[in-house]
């Protein structure tokens, strides 16, 4: 007779994602005394409640002019993910080809709308300029990879009927295109809903769109107006089916060139000093290698932000992860009535929606400055937009014993065919939460965000660039870290979980 | 004069061999048919057959290679994409040309699928689409034509119909199918493929179905299979 095996002992694939899993919870508790989670805000409970009276009676009436910045919303969005779009297909059909290619990629997209907008800031000021670059080049980045991703895929069948002597235009107009169009077109259509959310943040650095108005009114404690936009938001997002058609496009491209502006006046000179000279170490162009040293040592809390920014991406990305487990049952049909589910469902739209910056916004005034508040935003965003994706996995199931009772089908019907694509889109999720991260250090965290901001405010461009080369660096090393971690077993065929 | 000939040729993909030392002549205007099953060799053989012969043969794949999206108009008119420069095809796309468009229509008219050009292929059934594959390669206008399976999604009606086409069409043809009947009546000569060996080659009125039959030495105990378990239950 064998004697049964212990805790978590065994070979089967479950097992080992769930030791994989285990063993990232214990790394994140065991780091969490290093966090600073101080609830520093007097009566947590009272702004809360003064936040929920301003959602539930939205004050329509102090909205000065919503449709000026609805308008410019779109139109940033649209055109950013146009130009994006554009530019990233001619990367994508030679991705494969370039190591060199990739790399600049992966760099490109590394950096994050805001910090992107931030750096154009200085040379072209708050204007129609600074908002499509910001959008346009990391999106060209990602488009970049994924459309090279897909056209990976092209089924061969249709090409290898072609007569022989065809040339690589037809081939690729008549055989490969129209195959993968609908993924091509769904997938840019995902990357616009992110341009929407990434549009609206551009409010933070002074761009007048909905954000802008936003933070104003939440800063100011103007509840009921911050209510107000932020269901039109809301509205903006879940119509955007009607107004986003297909059919309207083009329309609407031509209609935002007229609401985007202003246009600013480019000096090139100007430009070139900032690139050529702002960007980079007194010392290093001077060709003085000791005054590097002196210039490195000048950087404040380097490490420190380093530091804070690996660890608060690892607590987000932990707590999306047990987020994950908990909701997706709420938006599943395999669990809960025909109203508790729609209520779920909702629930995970309206979090999934919100963009992390605006969430932690909201926690930050509610809870005084720390990491708990970012921690929270990035938890809750992440988190119910994996539970939302897993729930749409586990409605194409089919439990093969019918009346088993909730818990049963939840550990043994349904978690173990969901787990190990549940878990890969953590992984794939880890790096977009590290990009987060490090923007959330605008409000006020002490991440490497925050050295970045301050640096950009005190006109040190070649620190802040600085800054933001180490920001990307990590961000490729996490995204090879993740890409080794991930299960290999579940291949993601939905590219608009990244 | 003969169109090809194999001698001792080892055909395959890359290293892994499936027809060893394979001997075989095609002759001119000869209508060949090619059995076996799955697995046998057959589309090996065909491959080869068009990569040596490519300028002068249509090739109708198996699963039909067509492009779900596309129109039938557009499906056919990739029979003759190499014959145009690359904007004239690209425009095709957006704007088809009048003088391709009648073409392609009396083409499919031919083939039973009157009032069907405009619709996208993947709204198409099985059958309609064997058939918008079998255009496309008539599209090629090739003096022999190629075909892995074409007749495999159609009813043995239709199946005797199209044959006639091809034929009517092509003076000389290679067509892999699964159907012996039409073997021995619309053929001049029957090959047969087992294990990557030709073990039958004979000119079709000397032949018999039982010989062809045995071709397929699964079938039967298979068969004998489904039979036992019929009775088991």
Same mark, same amino acid.
């Given at each position: 007779?064998?004697?049964?095996?212990?805790?978590?002992?065994?070979?089967?694939?479950?097992?080992?994602?769930?030791?994989?899993?285990?063993?990232?919870?214990?790394?994140?508790?065991?780091?969490?005394?290093?966090?600073?989670?101080?609830?520093? @805000?007097?009566?947590?409970?009272?702004?809360?409640?003064?936040?929920?009276?301003?959602?539930?009676?939205? =004050?329509?009436?102090?909205?000065? *002019?919503?449709?000026?910045?609805?308008?410019?919303?779109?139109?940033?969005?649209?055109?950013?993910?146009?130009?994006?779009?554009?530019?990233?297909?001619?990367?994508?059909?030679?991705?494969?080809?370039?190591?060199?290619?990739?790399?600049?990629? $992966?760099?490109?997209?590394?950096?994050?709308?805001?910090?992107?907008?931030?750096?154009?800031?200085?040379?072209?000021?708050?204007? @129609?300029?600074?908002? &499509?670059? $910001?959008?346009?080049?990391?999106?060209?980045?990602?488009?970049?990879?994924?459309?090279?991703?897909?056209?990976?895929?092209?089924?061969?069948?249709?090409?290898?009927?072609?007569?022989?002597?065809?040339?690589?235009?037809?081939?690729?107009?008549?055989?490969?295109?129209?195959?993968?169009?609908?993924?091509?077109?769904?997938?840019?259509?995902?990357?616009?809903?992110?341009?929407?959310? @990434?549009?609206?943040?551009?409010?933070?650095?002074?761009?007048?769109?909905?954000?802008?108005?936003?933070?104003?009114?939440?800063?100011?404690?103007?509840?009921?107006?911050?209510?107000?936009?932020?269901?039109?938001?809301?509205?903006?997002?879940?119509?955007?089916?009607?107004?986003?058609?297909?059919?309207?496009?083009?329309?609407?491209?031509?209609?935002?060139?007229?609401? &985007?502006?202003?246009?600013?006046?480019?000096?090139?000179?100007?430009?070139?000093?900032?690139?050529?000279?702002?960007?980079?170490?007194?010392? %290093?162009?001077?060709?003085?290698?000791?005054?590097?040293?002196?210039?490195?040592?000048?950087?404040?809390?380097?490490?420190?932000?380093?530091? =804070?920014?690996?660890?608060?991406?690892?607590?987000?990305?932990?707590?999306?992860?047990?987020?994950?487990?908990?909701?997706?049952?709420?938006?599943?049909?395999?669990?809960?009535?025909?109203?508790?589910?729609?209520?779920?469902?909702?629930?995970?739209?309206?979090?999934?929606?919100?963009?992390?910056?605006?969430?932690?916004?909201?926690?930050?005034?509610?809870?005084?400055? *720390?990491?708990?508040?970012?921690?929270?935003? %990035? @938890?809750?965003?992440?988190?119910? %937009?994996?539970?939302?994706?897993?729930? /749409?996995? $586990?409605?194409?199931?089919?439990?093969?014993?019918?009346?088993?009772?909730?818990?049963?089908?939840?550990?043994?019907?349904?978690?173990?065919?969901?787990?190990?694509?549940?878990?890969?889109?953590?992984?794939?999720?880890?790096?977009?939460?590290?990009?987060?991260?490090?923007? %959330?250090?605008?409000?006020?965290?002490?991440?490497?965000?925050?050295?970045?901001? *301050?640096?950009?405010?005190?006109?040190?461009?070649?620190?802040?660039?600085?800054?933001?080369?180490?920001?990307?660096?990590?961000?490729?090393?996490?995204?090879?870290? *993740?890409?080794?971690?991930?299960? /290999?077993?579940?291949?993601?065929?939905?590219?608009?979980?990244? | 004069?003969?169109?090809?000939?194999?001698?001792?040729?080892?055909?395959?993909?890359?290293?892994?061999?499936?027809?060893?030392?394979?001997?075989?002549?095609?002759?001119?205007?000869?209508?060949?048919?090619?059995?076996?099953?799955?697995?046998?060799?057959?589309?090996?053989?065909?491959?080869?057959?068009?990569?040596?012969?490519?300028?002068?043969?249509?090739?109708?794949?198996?699963?039909?290679?067509?492009?779900?999206?596309?129109?039938?108009?557009?499906?056919?008119?990739?029979?003759?994409?190499?014959?145009?420069?690359?904007?004239?095809?690209?425009?095709?796309?957006?704007?088809?040309?009048?003088?391709?468009?009648?073409?392609?229509?009396?083409?499919?008219?031919?083939?039973?699928?009157?009032?069907?050009?405009?619709?996208?292929?993947?709204?198409?059934?099985?059958?309609?689409?064997?058939?918008?594959?079998?255009?496309?390669?008539?599209?090629?206008?090739?003096?022999?034509?190629?075909?892995?399976?074409?007749?495999?999604?159609?009813?043995?009606?239709?199946?005797?119909?199209?044959?006639?086409?091809?034929?009517?069409?092509?003076?000389?043809?290679?067509?892999?199918?699964?159907?012996?009947?039409?073997?021995?009546?619309?053929?001049?000569?029957?090959?047969?493929?087992?294990?990557?060996?030709?073990?039958?080659?004979?000119?079709?009125?000397?032949?018999?179905?039982?010989?062809?039959?045995?071709?397929?030495?699964?079938?039967?105990?298979?068969?004998?299979?489904?039979?036992?378990?019929?009775?088991?239950?």
């Amino acid at each position: 007779m064998s004697r049964a095996p212990g805790w978590l002992r065994g070979d089967s694939p479950g097992l080992v994602l769930a030791r994989r899993s285990l063993a990232l919870v214990a790394l994140c508790v065991l780091l969490l005394p290093l966090a600073d989670l101080d609830v520093t @805000a007097a009566d947590p409970w009272h702004e809360l409640q003064r936040m929920a009276l301003g959602f539930a009676w939205p =004050n329509w009436l102090a909205l000065e *002019s919503p449709l000026q910045a609805i308008a410019l919303t779109v139109s940033v969005a649209l055109w950013g993910t146009f130009l994006g779009a554009l530019l990233g297909f001619p990367l994508a059909l030679l991705f494969h080809r370039s190591r060199l290619l990739r790399g600049f990629c $992966a760099f490109i997209r590394a950096i994050h709308e805001l910090f992107w907008a931030l750096l154009f800031l200085q040379v072209f000021g708050l204007s @129609a300029i600074t908002a &499509l670059a $910001a959008l346009a080049i990391p999106y060209a980045g990602i488009f970049a990879k994924v459309y090279a991703e897909i056209l990976e895929l092209t089924p061969k069948a249709p090409g290898d009927a072609l007569p022989p002597g065809v040339d690589r235009l037809s081939r690729f107009l008549y055989t490969e295109l129209p195959l993968v169009w609908g993924r091509l077109a769904s997938y840019t259509r995902y990357r616009f809903e992110c341009a929407m959310r @990434a549009s609206v943040l551009l409010g933070f650095v002074g761009l007048p769109t909905l954000g802008f108005y936003l933070e104003s009114a939440f800063r100011e404690g103007r509840f009921g107006e911050a209510g107000a936009l932020l269901w039109l938001f809301y509205l903006l997002i879940a119509t955007l089916p009607v107004w986003g058609h297909r059919r309207l496009l083009p329309l609407l491209l031509v209609g935002a060139l007229f609401w &985007l502006g202003p246009w600013p006046a480019v000096d090139g000179d100007l430009l070139w000093r900032f690139v050529s000279h702002d960007l980079w170490p007194a010392p %290093l162009l001077e060709g003085d290698i000791v005054g590097m040293g002196a210039w490195l040592a000048d950087i404040p809390d380097l490490l420190p932000a380093i530091g =804070n920014t690996l660890l608060l991406a690892l607590m987000g990305t932990v707590g999306s992860l047990v987020l994950a487990l908990l909701l997706w049952p709420l938006a599943s049909r395999h669990f809960g009535h025909r109203w508790q589910r729609a209520g779920g469902r909702l629930l995970l739209v309206v979090l999934r929606s919100t963009p992390e910056l605006m969430l932690a916004f909201i926690f930050l005034l509610m809870l005084g400055p *720390s990491m708990l508040p970012a921690w929270l935003a %990035l @938890a809750l965003h992440n988190g119910a %937009l994996i539970a939302f994706l897993v729930a /749409r996995h $586990a409605d194409g199931l089919t439990p093969g014993m019918p009346g088993l009772p909730a818990s049963g089908r939840y550990a043994y019907e349904l978690l173990p065919r969901l787990y190990p694509n549940l878990l890969a889109l953590i992984c794939y999720r880890a790096e977009v939460i590290l990009r987060e991260t490090a923007i %959330l250090g605008m409000l006020g965290v002490a991440t490497l965000g925050f050295y970045i901001d *301050s640096s950009f405010e005190y006109l040190m461009f070649d620190q802040a660039f600085f800054l933001l080369l180490i920001t990307a660096a990590l961000n490729i090393a996490v995204d090879a870290l *993740s890409r080794r971690f991930r299960p /290999r077993e579940a291949p993601l065929d939905d590219p608009c979980s990244r | 004069m003969p169109l090809l000939r194999f001698e001792q040729a080892d055909l395959g993909h890359g290293a892994q061999v499936v027809l060893p030392s394979l001997d075989l002549t095609f002759d001119n205007g000869e209508h060949v048919a090619l059995l076996g099953q799955s697995g046998a060799g057959k589309s090996t053989l065909l491959g080869e057959v068009r990569r040596r012969l490519h300028a002068r043969a249509a090739w109708c794949p198996q699963g039909h290679g067509l492009v779900p999206l596309l129109s039938v108009y557009h499906n056919v008119y990739m029979g003759r994409l190499e014959r145009h420069a690359a904007w004239r095809n690209l425009r095709n796309l957006l704007r088809p040309y009048p003088a391709d468009w009648q073409a392609i229509e009396t083409l499919c008219d031919e083939l039973g699928l009157e009032g069907l050009i405009r619709r996208p292929v993947e709204t198409l059934s099985g059958g309609q689409r064997q058939r918008v594959a079998i255009a496309r390669a008539f599209y090629q206008s090739r003096e022999l034509f190629l075909g892995d399976e074409p007749l495999a999604s159609v009813d043995p009606h239709q199946a005797v119909r199209l044959l006639e086409r091809i034929h009517d069409r092509h003076a000389t043809s290679l067509i892999a199918l699964h159907q012996h009947r039409l073997a021995l009546s619309h053929f001049d000569r029957v090959i047969g493929l087992r294990d990557g060996q030709v073990v039958l080659d004979a000119p079709s009125h000397a032949l018999t179905l039982a010989q062809l039959d045995a071709l397929y030495p699964d079938a039967a105990p298979a068969a004998s299979h489904d039979g036992a378990r019929a009775v088991s239950r």
